[in-house]
């Protein structure tokens, strides 16, 4: 027994930074990120587990698995640990870039809008302040 836990009983860590999917025994589960489940393989006929990134199902891994152990997603399953922290650091370049963008969008929006406050008031305010002037005119000469 490993960890005090019974024979034949398996514990798989999520260590990685997103959830998976653990198919075991012909039952898929969801393990999500620093979160562990055990895995009974006394009564599984198949002794395979498989795993794969619930955000990237193409990226996956098996484990051909005996005796009672303690499993973490990232190192346990060859490459699947090293693919899924590449999947995470492209996805946070991605949503990175996405706000960079748009601070840039919202930048050139504002650079808009100052335009368009300055083109009301340099076009617009004129006639207002004559036109008050010429009502006021008209007020004291009546």
Known sequence: ??????????????NLGTAIEVMWDREMKVLYPQKSCI?????????????????????????QVEGSLT???????????VEVAD?????????DREKSLQQERDKKMEKELEK????FVYRWLP???????LWGMMVVIA
């Open 87 to 95: 999947f995470l650091q492209k996805e946070q370049e991605e949503v």
């Open 1 to 14: 027994p490993v960890d005090g836990l019974g024979d034949g009983m398996v514990v798989l860590e999520n």
């Open 39 to 63: 895995f009974d393989i006394t009564r599984a006929s198949d002794k395979l587990m498989k795993v794969h990134c619930r955000d990237d199902p193409s990226i996956s891994g098996t484990l």
């Open 71 to 81: 499993l973490r997603a990232s190192e346990s399953f060859g490459s699947f640990g």
């Open 127 to 133: 006639i207002f302040f004559l036109h008050t002037v």
């Open 116 to 119: 368009l406050r300055l083109t």
